[in-house]
């Protein structure tokens, strides 16, 4: 039973960073019908800052600030850096190609995706970039319940993920910020008419997810301990299926879909074999678009014709 | 009159200027059988030797020791030859696509007669059939599956020994020395891991060990949910990886659940500053090379260059050495190297001492002869400490 609740923790751990970067590729489907697939290089540029922060800081062995404040301004320059990237990527790359076809932003995407690959790949190199968080936050840290542990890094991820979950639907719901999002998502034209500021609204919204996925990509190097240019692609991987698992342009879809797919990976690692994650994960996803196209939590669309 | 004349001095004059270049030092032909030269001796003795490797990449820091002893060594070698030798650097990343673009770039140049690398077997697999094609002889300094040498890649040679005296020597160790009941042998879904895999799960299954096989995409940096299957009776876990990080990772999550595991790892864990647990085994085909009393001049010069190292340098010195000397022996002989010359001295190549510690002569496919793997502890303080085999 031990094992069970192991890898449970285990898997929640990993789904809450993979909700994380599902909640931006949601929300900005939710207000602009785009996948934007530069989402999980937003996740790499995130943990790039993480490194070079703590770097900045005297290194992991020789930090010269307290380890919370370390960790605060990792998340807050992530948060505030990658949300200014999804911003201006928003702002130059997708909103001249607002009414453009829909291909025409969904290459773009792609497109951002490899620039920004390419780009971290020249400025930071292609080495392995370690934030040796054991140097600066112990690995004896944490709580032991039996045989099941849970470590100060993972208790974090755990706490922050869901008080920023908690937070974005309490500002989506309950905030005016959230009403126009929600109005601009539901039908952009007719928000505009009605006086709201699609162009701030959905500036909000691409800030936002961005920033989500700039802090989750923190939590990644603190929990994983490796930087490279290539780890978005998995990220992002993973984000979107949890995404569509949940039902896309769904805030709490975003977040079970992750869930999902994090717990889901760590069961069939430690019950069958880490050898059919992949295979089983993703042919689950196959099953649950087949039995609801629409995702766990999402809703049907209604076509006017 | 006068024209005829004019005609005949000029053709006499062409005649003269065809006469002296056709004396004059040879040019770096590149294909094709070489044209011998009467005053061709080793002083000019020019070539360029290709090397291939992950200078870039999830394990950089072997691909730039390897690279740095290519330097040493041509340079060493150009120096005690009279040669010009010059080495051409191509980035692999250790990724089949990058070696195959690296490839035909070298391939397309017909300065280079001779290529050092690729790191990484699956990079062999990719390059074997443009290099033969080309008649290119291309020598390893730490491809070690077993596959690349059965014939298909007739140019194909290694300085190092392969996966089927590794795999065995390395499990039969753990048996006898690690006494595991259970143990977990993860590879990462590259031909290097898996051949390593195949060639030792069979020792240990005859051994009565329980063995748990998993895989897991060198792309992967979570661990936590492998880790957590690892068992109180599970006391060795095996990673023959290629990437150093990961298996410190790995390493950590051990820690981090309270697991008592022993890692053991093969040749691409052999980086002292990125692969420190303490108490795991790492298998290696170089030697410390900072312990042969023969080679003090070498480490000497490389720790001064360029710092620590650790096992992947020497294998690539002297596969460096075999091709700069195979260069050497055609210039000579009196003839203009190509690709085709430098090969066949490749392959005639007996050296009775080497960095490496042993001869180097090759088999019909390329192994070297007698080729033999050594293994390291790493201690407390993260220090690499040779086993000295019984």
């Not at chain 2, 590879?187 to 390593?196: F, H, K, N, R, V």
Request: glycine fraction near 10%; charged fraction near 10%; hydrophobic fraction near 50%.
């Amino acid at each position: 039973m031990s094992f069970f609740f192991q890898e449970l923790v285990n898997g929640i751990t990993t789904g809450a960073l993979y909700s994380l970067v599902a909640l931006g590729f949601s929300m900005v489907y939710g207000v602009l019908k785009l996948l934007n697939f530069a989402h999980g290089d937003l996740y790499m540029v995130g943990a790039y800052i993480g490194f070079f922060v703590i770097q900045w800081f005297g290194g992991a062995a020789h930090i010269t600030i307290p380890v919370p404040l370390l960790l605060l301004i990792m998340f807050v320059l992530a948060a505030g850096l990658v949300g200014g990237l999804g911003v201006a990527m928003e702002r130059f790359a997708y909103r001249p190609l607002r009414d453009a076809p829909r291909i025409a932003p969904l290459i773009t995407a792609i497109g951002i995706s490899f620039f920004l690959e390419s780009s971290a790949l020249l400025l930071f190199g292609a080495q392995y970039r370690v934030y040796n968080t054991a140097e600066f936050i112990s690995l004896s840290s944490g709580i032991q319940i039996g045989s099941v542990t849970i470590d100060s890094v993972q208790i974090m991820v755990l706490v922050l993920g869901l008080i920023l979950m908690t937070g974005l639907q309490m500002l989506v719901n309950r905030t005016r910020l959230g009403r126009r999002m929600r109005a601009v998502a539901a039908d952009r034209e007719a928000a505009e008419m009605l006086g709201i500021n699609v162009n701030r609204v959905i500036a909000s919204t691409f800030f936002l997810g961005s920033a989500l996925a700039g802090i989750a990509g923190v939590m990644g190097g603190l929990l994983f301990n490796q930087v490279t240019a290539t780890i978005g692609f998995i990220a992002g991987l993973k984000a979107f299926t949890a995404a569509v698992v949940g039902g896309i342009g769904s805030i709490p879809g975003a977040m079970l879909g992750g869930l999902l797919i994090g717990v889901a990976e760590s069961m069939v690692t430690g019950y069958i074999s880490s050898t059919y994650t992949n295979l089983i994960v993703f042919g689950l996803l196959i099953v649950v678009m087949l039995i609801r196209p629409s995702g766990l939590l999402g809703q049907a669309q209604l076509q006017k014709v | 009159m006068k024209g005829r004349l004019v005609i005949a001095a000029a053709a006499v004059g062409s005649l003269a200027v065809a006469g002296c270049s056709s004396s004059s030092s040879s040019t770096p032909a590149a294909s094709g059988g070489g044209s011998s030269s009467a005053a061709a001796s080793t002083k000019s003795c020019v070539a360029s030797v290709g090397f291939e490797g992950p200078i870039t990449g999830p394990v950089a820091p072997l691909g730039t020791e390897q690279l740095h002893f290519a330097q040493l060594a041509v340079a060493t070698d150009n120096l005690a030859n009279k040669t010009k030798i010059t080495l051409v650097q191509g980035d692999t990343q250790l990724q089949p696509a990058q070696a195959t673009t690296v490839t035909q770039q070298f391939v397309s140049n017909p300065a280079i007669l001779a290529v050092v690398g690729p790191a990484g077997s699956q990079e062999v697999e990719a390059v074997g059939g443009p290099m033969a094609r080309a008649g290119m002889a291309f020598i390893s300094g730490s491809a070690t599956a077993v596959a690349l040498t059965t014939g298909k890649y007739p140019t194909f040679f290694r300085v190092v020994s392969k996966d089927s005296v590794q795999g065995p020597q390395d499990a039969n160790y753990i048996v006898k020395n690690l006494h595991p009941k259970a143990l977990m042998i993860v590879d990462d879904q590259e031909a290097y891991s898996t051949g390593l895999v195949s060639a030792m799960v069979p020792v240990f299954q005859a051994a009565g060990i329980k063995v748990d096989h998993e895989s897991v995409s060198q792309k992967v940096t979570d661990f936590s949910s492998l880790v957590a299957k690892v068992t109180p009776a599970t006391t060795v876990v095996v990673l023959p990886w290629q990437v150093a990080a990961n298996a410190q990772q790995f390493g950590r999550d051990l820690a981090q659940q309270h697991k008592n595991a022993v890692i053991f790892g093969t040749d691409g864990l052999f980086s002292p500053g990125t692969f420190t647990i303490n108490g795991s085994y790492v298998s290696s085909f170089g030697p410390d090379i900072t312990a042969m009393p023969a080679d003090a001049a070498i480490a000497r010069a490389a720790l001064q260059k360029f710092g620590s190292f650790g096992t992947f340098g020497p294998p690539v010195y002297a596969a460096t050495h075999v091709v700069d000397e195979a260069i050497a022996s055609v210039c000579k002989s009196g003839q203009t190297p190509s690709r085709s010359n430098v090969l066949a001295a490749i392959k005639a190549t007996n050296e009775p001492a080497s960095i490496l510690g042993q001869p180097i002569s090759f088999d019909s496919h390329g192994d070297l002869n007698g080729g033999k793997f050594f293994l390291f502890k790493i201690n407390s303080s993260g220090k690499y400490q040779l086993i000295p085999s019984s």
